[in-house]
C-alpha cells in the first residue's frame, strides 16, 4: 500500500508526462512497479519512454530501490512486462 501511495504521489506531484504522450481517451489505467535485478532502472526508463511514448505511458525511477514505476494501459503493460523481463536478464558471460 505505502508503494502504490508513493507511485501516485510520484506520477500525480509532478509533471512526468512527455509533451507528445496523450493517454488513451476513456482507458483505464494501472501503475506496475517493476524491481529491477540487474538493468539500471533510469536507463530501462528511457527505452521504455522511447519505444511506448506514443501509447501515453508514463514511467518514473525509485532509485533507492532501483525499481520502475510505470503507469499505462492494461495491454501496453503487459507488452512492458515482457521487455522489462528480457532486459532484467543477467549479462551473458562472454
Same mark, same amino acid.
Not at 512497479?33 to 536507463?43: G, M, Y
Given at each position: 500500500m505505502?508503494?502504490?501511495?508513493?507511485?501516485?504521489?510520484?506520477?500525480?506531484?509532478?509533471?512526468?508526462?512527455?509533451?507528445?504522450?496523450?493517454?488513451?481517451?476513456?482507458?483505464? &489505467?494501472?501503475? &506496475?512497479?517493476?524491481?529491477?535485478?540487474?538493468?539500471?532502472?533510469?536507463? #530501462?526508463?528511457?527505452?521504455? #519512454?522511447?519505444?511506448?511514448d506514443r501509447q501515453g505511458v508514463t514511467a518514473t525511477v525509485d532509485s533507492r530501490t532501483n525499481a520502475l514505476l510505470v503507469a499505462s494501459d492494461a495491454d501496453t503493460l503487459e507488452e512492458i512486462r515482457k521487455l522489462v523481463e528480457e532486459l532484467d536478464k543477467p549479462a551473458k558471460k562472454k
Open positions: 505505502r508503494t502504490t501511495l508513493l507511485a501516485l504521489a510520484l506520477f500525480f506531484g509532478g509533471a512526468i508526462l512527455p509533451a507528445t504522450a496523450q493517454p488513451p481517451p476513456g482507458v483505464p &489505467r494501472t501503475v &506496475r512497479i517493476f524491481t529491477l535485478k540487474n538493468a539500471d532502472a533510469e536507463k #530501462l526508463r528511457g527505452i521504455i #519512454l522511447t519505444i511506448f
